[in-house]
């Protein structure tokens, strides 16, 4: 069953969209990193094996990537990551843009790299690790060299379905409330960075996950989030 839900008719469409995109890819390390093979207990990840190897789809490490010196940078506007290049963004705020100490290594600018191509095919991107690995680190760089303004929202255990769109602040002795970074992001157009999504209810996460899968969200205001830019515009009280 875990290895169903994690096969899904969507999951397999994001499979081959990257494949058709970067054909030079492993099909079973796409399979992989599609089930969380890593996570899995050792019967199912047994048997995940199995099944593609009676599909004849075996992970084949290239001779050409292990040897392939990784290196990333920025010249003359375009951003290279491993293999991928693409060009930087030029934001309005460069102040939300984040600027990290970061000592590349072959690891990390692999990882980037993977992200990379996920980003330009407009996906969203899912970090998963232990604590004190540096996925905060990872993303910041990442942001860095795309040049992209960032938007951060922590979630926690007391997070509610309210605070995922309204924050509360103080504004010369009178609190207020406003747009969370979420409803920023959207409006703005940058990227949300969404820290510890694992320590969140069930029902925020459930909120965050048809968002991400459908891109549509009634806020409490009655204003409305919508995927389609198209569709928002001349249209008031639609994000």
Do not use: W
Not at 96 to 115: A, G, R, S, T, W
């Amino acid at each position: 069953q875990s290895l169903a839900s994690s096969l899904s008719t969507r999951q397999l469409l994001r499979i081959c969209k990257r494949l058709s995109q970067y054909p030079d890819e492993s099909i079973a390390q796409a399979v992989h990193k599609a089930c969380l093979s890593r996570f899995l207990p050792s019967l199912a990840r047994a048997s995940l094996e199995k099944s593609l190897s009676r599909c004849s789809i075996q992970d084949s490490p290239d001779a050409a990537e292990l040897t392939h010196d990784y290196c990333c940078g920025v010249h003359d506007g375009v951003l290279t990551i491993g293999k991928v290049t693409t060009s930087v963004y030029n934001p309005d705020q460069k102040i939300k843009v984040p600027d990290v100490l970061f000592y590349d290594n072959p690891q990390h600018i692999m990882v980037m790299e993977d992200m990379l191509k996920d980003f330009l095919l407009g996906e969203h991107l899912l970090l998963v690790g232990n604590q004190g690995v540096g996925k905060n680190k990872i993303v910041d760089r990442f942001l860095h060299l795309l040049n992209r303004p960032r938007e951060y929202l922590q979630l926690h255990r007391d997070t509610t379905v309210q605070t995922l769109t309204l924050q509360p602040s103080l504004r010369d002795g009178v609190i207020v409330y406003e747009d969370s970074p979420l409803v920023k992001a959207v409006k703005l157009g940058h990227v949300l960075v969404v820290d510890e999504a694992d320590k969140a209810p069930t029902n925020v996460t459930c909120i965050l996950k048809a968002l991400v899968e459908s891109g549509e969200m009634v806020l409490a205001d009655g204003r409305r989030i919508v995927s389609d830019p198209g569709e928002a515009e001349g249209r008031p009280g639609t994000i």
